[in-house]
Structure formats: C-alpha cells, structure tokens
C-alpha cells in the first residue's frame, strides 16, 4: 500500500493559451498530493515563457519540468509526461485538465484502490458541474455515428451515456472514461500504449480506454467527487 510521502506518482498538465491562474490553482491543489514526483506541464500554444515566470514550482522534493511543442498537437501531448513516468520506473501517473477543483487527498484515496486492487489498470471519480450536477463521464464506447457527432463538435447529454442508475452511486467497471482525470498503472501502459498521436482531439481517450480495459479494469468510482469547468478547454481548441 502507498505509504505517506512514498513518491510514486507522475502527473502531466496539457495548456494551450490557459489562464495563468488556473494553472496556479490546479498546482495548488496537486500540492496536497504527497505521493507525487513529477509534475510535467506541457504547452501547446506560445505560453511556456509566461507560465514559467509566473507560477511558483517550489514544491518541496516534486520535480516541475515544463515542455513546449512546436505546434498544438492536441491532448496526445499528455504522452511526454506519460513517456516521463515510464521513464523514472514510478507506479502511477495521472493525466489531468487545469480546469478541475478537489480535494488532494482524493487522489491519495484512489491510489491506495489501486494499491489494493491490482487488476485495475484506470480509476476516476464521479466528475461533477460546479453547480453539483453530474457531467457523466463514466460511458459506453460510442458507436460509428457518435463518433462523428464528436468530430463536429456536437455535445449532446446522452451521447453514449450509461442508462444505469446505480452506477453513479456505487463503483463500477466501465469501458470508457473521460480524459480529464484519468489515474493510470504505469505497467499497463507499457503493455497497450500510450494516447495515439493519429487521434487530435475527441478520440484520444475512448481510444486508451477501450484498450486498458481489454488488458485490466477501468473503474469509475463515485463515492469521491470533483469539480470540472466542463468545456472551457475544448473552446480554446484543445479538448475536455
């Protein structure tokens, strides 16, 4: 089981033309987090300069490293923190959006149900509106037509919903999990892969899903919430 302080998580921040503020805040929250070693932020857009002159990265013994692509290649960037994970041989790492608000000691919860459960290769919380309402992001795979639906950027609230009651109450198995939080087993990732570069945007994470629940479990647990500020990011073109 994860001790306090043990530092095995990897965590990556994707921006592009991101509220300076929103970046310190979503940093401020991740403080909270003991177990982690590295936080990556990665900028798509020309901001790298910005964020690394206004955003404190003192962090005690976690390593803040920032990367800057020469072009916006969509929330597959989350794969230089993932590959980075890999890399330093951590157990964990955790793709997040900026625009989330929670508790830190969440992400200490979750990762001690990994601990104890070792077939679960994905884990995220029940993700809720700012207004307390259920975005439901614990979903089917979405079939052809959907797909397209995304691809023009057409949200709809049932698209491949779960038509489940119970599974916003207790934790289930669930093939697709949303990409704003997603807490990854390293060691899956190097058995499927990492995000598929082919993907730019609306795909990426169905795509890590289907293939993490073919080799483990992709659990949704909602007995621990957070907050997302649904579709801020996608309006700056890079998704949610």
Same mark, same amino acid.
């Given at each position: 089981?994860?001790?306090?302080?043990?530092?095995?998580?990897?965590?990556?921040?994707?921006?592009?033309?991101?509220?300076? !503020?929103?970046?310190?805040? &979503?940093?401020?929250?991740? #403080?909270? +987090?003991?177990?982690?070693?590295? &936080?990556?932020? &990665?900028?798509?857009?020309?901001?790298?300069?910005?964020?690394?002159?206004?955003?404190?990265?003192?962090?005690? !013994?976690?390593? +803040?490293?920032? $990367?800057?692509?020469?072009?916006?290649?969509?929330? +597959?960037?989350?794969?230089?923190?993932? /590959?980075?994970?890999?890399?330093?041989?951590?157990?964990?790492?955790?793709?997040?959006?900026?625009?989330?608000? $929670?508790?830190?000691?969440? +992400?200490?919860?979750?990762?001690?149900?990994?601990?104890? /459960?070792?077939?679960?290769?994905?884990?995220?919380?029940?993700?809720?509106?700012?207004?307390?309402?259920?975005?439901?992001?614990?979903?089917?795979?979405?079939?052809?037509?959907?797909?397209?639906?995304?691809?023009? #950027?057409?949200?709809?609230?049932?698209?491949?919903?779960?038509?489940?009651?119970?599974?916003?109450?207790?934790?289930?198995?669930?093939?697709? =999990?949303?990409?704003? $939080?997603?807490?990854?087993?390293?060691?899956?990732?190097?058995?499927?892969?990492?995000?598929?570069?082919?993907? $730019?945007?609306?795909?990426?994470?169905?795509? =890590?899903?289907?293939?993490?629940?073919?080799?483990?479990?992709?659990?949704?647990?909602?007995?621990?919430?957070?907050?997302?500020?649904?579709?801020?990011?996608?309006?700056?073109?890079?998704? &949610?």
């Amino acid at each position: 089981m994860c001790k306090p302080n043990k530092r095995v998580l990897g965590v990556s921040i994707v921006t592009y033309n991101t509220s300076i !503020e929103e970046v310190r805040e &979503i940093l401020r929250i991740l #403080k909270d +987090v003991p177990e982690i070693a590295q &936080i990556t932020i &990665i900028d798509n857009s020309d901001q790298l300069a910005l964020l690394r002159n206004s955003i404190d990265i003192t962090r005690d !013994e976690t390593k +803040v490293d920032f $990367f800057k692509n020469d072009k916006n290649v969509g929330y +597959v960037a989350h794969n230089i923190g993932m /590959n980075k994970s890999i890399k330093n041989d951590l157990d964990y790492h955790l793709v997040i959006n900026s625009d989330l608000i $929670f508790d830190g000691k969440i +992400v200490s919860k979750l990762l001690k149900v990994m601990e104890k /459960n070792k077939n679960i290769g994905l884990i995220m919380p029940k993700i809720l509106n700012y207004d307390g309402t259920d975005q439901h992001l614990a979903k089917r795979l979405p079939r052809p037509h959907e797909l397209l639906l995304r691809l023009v #950027k057409l949200r709809l609230p049932w698209l491949h919903k779960i038509e489940e009651p119970s599974y916003t109450k207790v934790p289930k198995i669930v093939p697709y =999990l949303s990409g704003c $939080f997603m807490l990854l087993r390293v060691n899956v990732l190097r058995e499927v892969g990492l995000m598929d570069p082919r993907f $730019f945007m609306y795909a990426e994470d169905i795509d =890590l899903s289907r293939r993490i629940a073919a080799h483990s479990l992709n659990i949704y647990y909602p007995e621990l919430e957070i907050f997302h500020k649904h579709g801020a990011i996608s309006k700056r073109n890079i998704r &949610i």
